[in-house]
């Protein structure tokens, strides 16, 4: 049953000093359903605003080849470094963003659920400028729709640059498309066999190698320009109809509509929704969800048309979603996050500015926890077996920062007893209190609280 | 037996004291008794400058002079950077394999680049590339365990990564506590045994590069404290890892993987290419250090994404190019020789006019040094590891 500490532990970003919990499921989804204040107070750009940047240092990288004087080439190296280095410090204050969201928000459930669609969804940059626009994606594509409608969200993600250029989609062509003929250019599945493994039906759901290959040659024309952004190109698409699942999508003419009805077609499947409500059990409450839980997401999933503020709320008023027993372990962003949300943080503690000093306190200690910021693994995106995080690497790493950050963040930190209500609510074991006490310094004690399994597992 | 992992023994609710970490008895039979170091180059390292054919002509039209280097065979020369390990070739512990490349061509991306080196495959498995060659040679190891293998440092590896288990740890993670701090810490952490058992693993690994019977003080973790942003942003250095490796190696452990970076010299590589191949030469000299009679059943194998371009650019550095060259070391090799059918350096010898050639595949080279020395069968290295390789002739790399 409903539980305000355990609402804000499990489904939230965590409990804080001074930020009241919610009274019920119903407040937390009033909250979600309200207007999306973290963004506001601490703003990412979309990639739509993003790409004209990224096409600046394009330009300004091909100038470097094309200038003919030393001088003319020291100048145009110089304003793509400027550009560069631009691009670089807004990125840090992008993922600093990310942590006070999280530290200071009203509305955790919605930071939880960006990160778990993110996460669904995988894109990934590789390079010096793509690596660093991995959050205007999630901003532009994912957290709009994190209340929306699961079709929109698939919809919005497919158009998306990075996407396409992560798996390859922007590569593909018809074999017998104008462009295909001319260039001797050829289908690439990489999106379309993702499409149905990940992102809709599961690995294990009813699709063949016929129908990968099909959906790869129905999306062949989805592509983008550094420019224009997402552009759907017909002399890029194969002709004819393909089908996919035993239904027959497109003719003569190549069309955008097409690729949303397959698409929409995929979103709706039965396979998908128990795909998605099993990930999000599995994400939300432990690595063995409840079968009946899963079973109950499924259904709302499919009576609602994955509408995704139904199934959030289906998750949260099922009995099977507040049992006591803390089940999961936090990822790293939830574990960092939640961590700076317990020390009752103002944002200048978080030097937003200062790209060094962020990588030492964050992104270093989170690839050392096994999650490098905006770099996945895969598209499958990070783990969810809690013994792929609680490895002796990545819990030394958790370990060594719940020990060395706090202090480097906040000099005056809190007295250890008082930081364990804080970060632990009521329900504080006793090994922690006693280790809490018994600490010979207030940073020992505090990184013992955080390092507990009370801490970490929600 | 079934073969016991950290994994099943959590899943049976074992106590720490049964990890395979805390007491010397190992629950499998330990697959054969050589060791294999694989040391992935990040940035795609210069192989006509690290190990130069002298005695092309063509060298010095396209690089001009490249300073003094160490001759090995009258036709290549050792790079200055790597001379304090010509005593390895000396005693035939030391082997090139030059203008080899794995099957990636035309696109010189890093990212793709070393993906298909780490997952020993073809270009049509491009941005397919889920499991690692080096774990797929575990799954065919009997007995292999978490043990058998590590994977070094930060990263997370695709060479390592997959099906079968491979232990991991980086150096700089080492937990540096206090006494009083480590008591306090197992105290909180010891009914949940998932976490008890992986701290009480970390806090041993922390020990391993230190010297014998050295504690930690309290005045080591204030101090770590201060230093903990400054040693964040700095990965472990290649001795610490070199030295970490060791101590597992010397132990259950057979395979170590670790990558070292900064070869991607697209300037100045007069300057910047010599930095990162002594952080390659301290690697492979305090492995031979720290390995003990281990040394003799070890071969190192350092290997790279893609080579780079034959000429130099116009700021002194190369950029992406094709064929490269392996490093080879250990005790275990029948070295003090360069492998390669060289294809020459002229205009026209040149793959698109512009990078060294590629006469061979990296990975048939990589399959023959697993082939005698885990006993793998060539099927099982052209189905499994190397899917569709071609292995062609046997260097007799390996003794």
Request: charged share 20%; net charge neutral.
């Given at each position: 049953?409903?539980?305000p500490?355990?609402?804000?532990?499990?489904f939230?970003c965590?409990?804080a000093?001074?930020?009241?919990?919610?009274?019920?499921?119903?407040?937390?989804?009033?909250?979600?359903?309200?207007?999306?204040?973290?963004?506001?107070?601490?703003?990412?750009?979309?990639?739509?605003?993003?790409?004209?940047r990224?096409?600046?240092?394009?330009?300004?990288?091909q100038?470097r080849?094309?200038?003919?004087?030393?001088?003319?080439?020291?100048?145009?190296?110089?304003?793509?470094?400027?550009?560069?280095?631009?691009?670089?410090l807004?990125?840090?204050r992008?993922?600093?963003?990310?942590?006070l969201?999280?530290?200071?928000?009203?509305?955790?459930l919605?930071?939880?659920?960006?990160?778990?669609?993110?996460?669904?969804?995988?894109?990934?940059?590789?390079g010096?400028?793509?690596?660093?626009?991995?959050l205007?994606?999630?901003?532009?594509?994912?957290?709009?729709?994190?209340?929306?409608?699961?079709?929109?969200?698939l919809?919005?993600?497919?158009?998306?640059?990075l996407?396409?250029?992560?798996?390859?989609?922007?590569?593909s062509a018809?074999?017998n498309?104008?462009?295909?003929?001319?260039?001797?250019?050829?289908l690439?599945e990489?999106l379309?066999?993702?499409?149905?493994e990940?992102?809709?039906?599961?690995?294990?759901?009813?699709?063949?190698?016929?129908?990968?290959?099909e959906?790869?040659?129905?999306?062949?024309?989805?592509?983008?320009?550094?420019?224009?952004?997402f552009?759907?190109?017909?002399?890029?698409?194969?002709?004819?109809?393909?089908t996919v699942l035993?239904?027959?999508?497109?003719?003569?003419?190549?069309?955008?509509?097409?690729?949303?009805?397959?698409l929409d077609?995929?979103?709706?499947?039965?396979?998908?929704a128990a795909?998605?409500?099993?990930?999000l059990?599995?994400?939300?409450?432990?690595d063995?969800?409840?079968a009946?839980?899963?079973?109950?997401?499924?259904?709302?999933?499919?009576?609602?048309?994955?509408?995704?503020?139904?199934?959030?709320e289906?998750?949260?008023?099922?009995p099977?979603?507040?049992?006591?027993?803390?089940?999961?372990?936090?990822?790293?962003?939830?574990?960092?996050?939640?961590?700076?949300?317990?020390?009752?943080?103002?944002?200048?503690?978080i030097?937003?500015?200062?790209?060094?000093?962020m990588?030492?306190?964050?992104?270093?200690?989170m690839?050392?926890?096994?999650?490098?910021?905006?770099?996945?693994?895969?598209?499958?995106?990070?783990?969810?077996d809690?013994?792929?995080?609680?490895?002796?690497?990545?819990?030394?790493a958790r370990?060594s920062?719940?020990?060395?950050?706090?202090f480097?963040?906040?000099?005056?930190?809190?007295?250890?007893?008082?930081?364990?209500?804080?970060?632990?609510?009521?329900?504080?074991p006793?090994?922690?209190?006693s280790?809490?006490?018994?600490?010979e310094?207030?940073?020992e004690?505090?990184?013992?609280?955080l390092?507990?399994?009370?801490f970490q597992?929600? | 037996?079934?073969?016991?992992t950290r994994?099943?023994?959590l899943?049976l609710?074992?106590?720490a004291?049964?990890?395979?970490?805390?007491?010397?008895?190992?629950?499998?039979?330990?697959?054969?008794?050589?060791r294999?170091v694989?040391?992935?180059?990040?940035?795609?390292?210069?192989?006509l400058?690290?190990?130069r054919?002298?005695?092309?002509?063509?060298?010095a039209?396209?690089?001009?002079?490249?300073?003094?280097?160490?001759?090995?065979?009258?036709f290549?020369?050792?790079?200055?950077?790597?001379?304090?390990?010509?005593?390895?070739?000396?005693?035939?512990?030391?082997?090139?394999?030059?203008?080899?490349?794995?099957?990636?061509?035309?696109?010189?991306?890093?990212?793709?680049?070393?993906?298909?080196?780490?997952?020993?495959?073809?270009?049509?498995?491009?941005?397919?590339t889920?499991?690692?060659?080096?774990n797929?040679?575990l799954?065919l190891?009997?007995?292999?365990?978490?043990?058998t293998?590590y994977?070094?440092?930060r990263?997370?590896m695709l060479?390592?990564?997959?099906?079968?288990?491979?232990a991991?740890?980086?150096?700089?993670?080492?937990?540096?506590?206090?006494?009083?701090?480590?008591?306090?810490?197992?105290?909180?952490l010891?009914?949940?045994?998932?976490?008890r058992?992986?701290a009480?693993?970390?806090?041993s690994?922390?020990q391993?590069?230190?010297p014998?019977?050295?504690?930690?003080?309290?005045?080591?973790?204030?101090?770590?404290?201060?230093?903990?942003?400054?040693?964040?942003?700095?990965?472990?250095?290649?001795?610490?890892?070199?030295?970490?490796?060791?101590?597992?190696?010397?132990?259950?452990?057979?395979?170590?993987?670790?990558?070292?970076?900064?070869?991607?010299?697209?300037?100045?590589?007069?300057?910047?290419?010599?930095?990162?191949?002594?952080?390659?030469?301290?690697?492979?000299?305090?492995?031979?250090?720290?390995?003990g009679t281990?040394?003799?059943?070890?071969?190192?194998?350092?290997?790279?994404?893609?080579?780079?371009t034959?000429?130099?650019?116009?700021?002194?550095?190369?950029?992406?190019?094709?064929a490269?060259?392996?490093?080879?070391?250990?005790g275990?090799?029948n070295g003090?020789?360069v492998?390669?059918?060289?294809?020459?350096?002229?205009?026209?010898?040149?793959?698109?006019?512009?990078?060294?050639?590629?006469t061979?595949?990296?990975?048939?080279?990589?399959a023959?040094?697993l082939?005698?020395?885990?006993?793998?069968?060539?099927?099982?290295?052209?189905r499994?590891?190397?899917?569709?390789?071609?292995?062609?002739a046997?260097?007799?790399?390996?003794?």
């Amino acid at each position: 049953m409903f539980d305000p500490e355990r609402a804000e532990k499990r489904f939230g970003c965590g409990l804080a000093p001074g930020i009241a919990g919610p009274a019920s499921a119903a407040e937390i989804m009033e909250r979600l359903r309200a207007p999306d204040e973290a963004a506001a107070a601490f703003p990412i750009p979309t990639f739509s605003q993003v790409l004209p940047r990224l096409r600046g240092l394009q330009l300004a990288r091909q100038a470097r080849r094309t200038t003919a004087t030393d001088t003319a080439r020291a100048e145009t190296l110089e304003s793509y470094r400027a550009l560069r280095k631009a691009l670089r410090l807004d990125a840090t204050r992008w993922g600093g963003h990310v942590l006070l969201r999280r530290a200071l928000t009203r509305d955790g459930l919605r930071e939880r659920l960006t990160a778990f669609w993110a996460d669904h969804f995988t894109a990934r940059g590789d390079g010096q400028l793509w690596g660093l626009v991995q959050l205007p994606y999630v901003e532009e594509a994912v957290r709009p729709h994190v209340t929306g409608r699961f079709g929109d969200m698939l919809r919005a993600v497919m158009t998306q640059p990075l996407m396409l250029s992560y798996l390859d989609q922007h590569r593909s062509a018809g074999a017998n498309s104008p462009i295909g003929q001319a260039r001797g250019r050829g289908l690439n599945e990489n999106l379309a066999r993702e499409m149905l493994e990940l992102h809709t039906l599961g690995a294990d759901g009813p699709y063949t190698q016929a129908d990968v290959t099909e959906l790869a040659k129905l999306l062949t024309g989805l592509t983008f320009h550094m420019e224009r952004g997402f552009e759907f190109r017909p002399n890029l698409a194969e002709p004819g109809a393909e089908t996919v699942l035993g239904i027959s999508y497109g003719g003569e003419t190549a069309r955008l509509a097409d690729i949303y009805a397959a698409l929409d077609a995929l979103a709706a499947h039965p396979a998908t929704a128990a795909h998605v409500a099993r990930k999000l059990a599995v994400h939300f409450i432990s690595d063995r969800p409840d079968a009946a839980l899963v079973d109950a997401l499924s259904g709302v999933f499919q009576s609602t048309d994955g509408d995704l503020a139904a199934l959030t709320e289906a998750l949260l008023t099922h009995p099977a979603a507040w049992q006591p027993e803390a089940r999961n372990v936090k990822r790293p962003v939830d574990f960092i996050g939640s961590a700076l949300r317990a020390l009752d943080l103002v944002p200048r503690h978080i030097p937003l500015t200062a790209p060094r000093k962020m990588d030492a306190l964050f992104t270093a200690p989170m690839t050392l926890m096994g999650q490098p910021p905006g770099q996945p693994p895969g598209p499958d995106g990070f783990a969810e077996d809690d013994l792929d995080w609680i490895t002796p690497q990545r819990l030394a790493a958790r370990i060594s920062w719940a020990m060395t950050a706090p202090f480097q963040i906040r000099r005056a930190l809190p007295r250890p007893e008082e930081f364990a209500r804080a970060a632990l609510g009521i329900d504080i074991p006793a090994p922690v209190r006693s280790a809490a006490l018994g600490a010979e310094t207030r940073a020992e004690g505090i990184g013992l609280i955080l390092a507990s399994p009370a801490f970490q597992r929600v | 037996m079934p073969k016991l992992t950290r994994r099943h023994m959590l899943a049976l609710g074992c106590s720490a004291a049964a990890s395979p970490l805390m007491t010397p008895v190992t629950f499998a039979s330990t697959p054969g008794e050589n060791r294999l170091v694989v040391i992935i180059l990040r940035g795609a390292m210069d192989g006509l400058d690290a190990v130069r054919p002298i005695g092309d002509p063509g060298l010095a039209t396209l690089r001009g002079g490249m300073g003094k280097d160490a001759d090995l065979d009258g036709f290549f020369g050792l790079h200055p950077a790597l001379s304090p390990l010509l005593p390895l070739w000396t005693k035939g512990q030391l082997s090139a394999v030059h203008a080899v490349s794995t099957p990636y061509r035309d696109r010189r991306s890093h990212f793709d680049g070393q993906d298909l080196l780490e997952a020993g495959m073809g270009m049509d498995a491009l941005g397919q590339t889920r499991d690692g060659w080096l774990n797929r040679l575990l799954s065919l190891m009997p007995g292999a365990e978490a043990e058998t293998a590590y994977a070094i440092g930060r990263a997370d590896m695709l060479l390592t990564r997959g099906a079968s288990p491979v232990a991991n740890w980086a150096p700089d993670a080492a937990l540096t506590l206090s006494p009083q701090a480590k008591m306090l810490l197992e105290r909180v952490l010891h009914d949940d045994p998932l976490f008890r058992i992986a701290a009480l693993e970390a806090i041993s690994l922390s020990q391993a590069g230190l010297p014998e019977g050295e504690e930690i003080t309290e005045g080591d973790m204030m101090n770590a404290m201060a230093q903990s942003s400054r040693r964040a942003q700095r990965a472990a250095a290649p001795t610490e890892i070199a030295r970490f490796a060791a101590s597992r190696l010397r132990g259950d452990t057979r395979i170590a993987a670790f990558s070292l970076a900064g070869f991607d010299t697209h300037a100045r590589q007069d300057r910047n290419l010599p930095r990162a191949l002594e952080r390659l030469t301290e690697a492979v000299l305090t492995l031979q250090e720290t390995l003990g009679t281990v040394w003799e059943k070890t071969a190192i194998v350092a290997v790279t994404e893609f080579g780079r371009t034959a000429r130099l650019n116009g700021s002194g550095g190369t950029d992406h190019g094709t064929a490269g060259a392996m490093i080879l070391a250990g005790g275990a090799l029948n070295g003090g020789r360069v492998i390669t059918d060289w294809p020459g350096l002229s205009e026209a010898d040149l793959y698109q006019r512009r990078d060294l050639r590629p006469t061979r595949d990296l990975r048939a080279h990589l399959a023959w040094i697993l082939r005698p020395m885990f006993d793998v069968s060539e099927a099982d290295l052209t189905r499994t590891v190397f899917p569709g390789l071609d292995m062609g002739a046997d260097p007799r790399i390996i003794f």
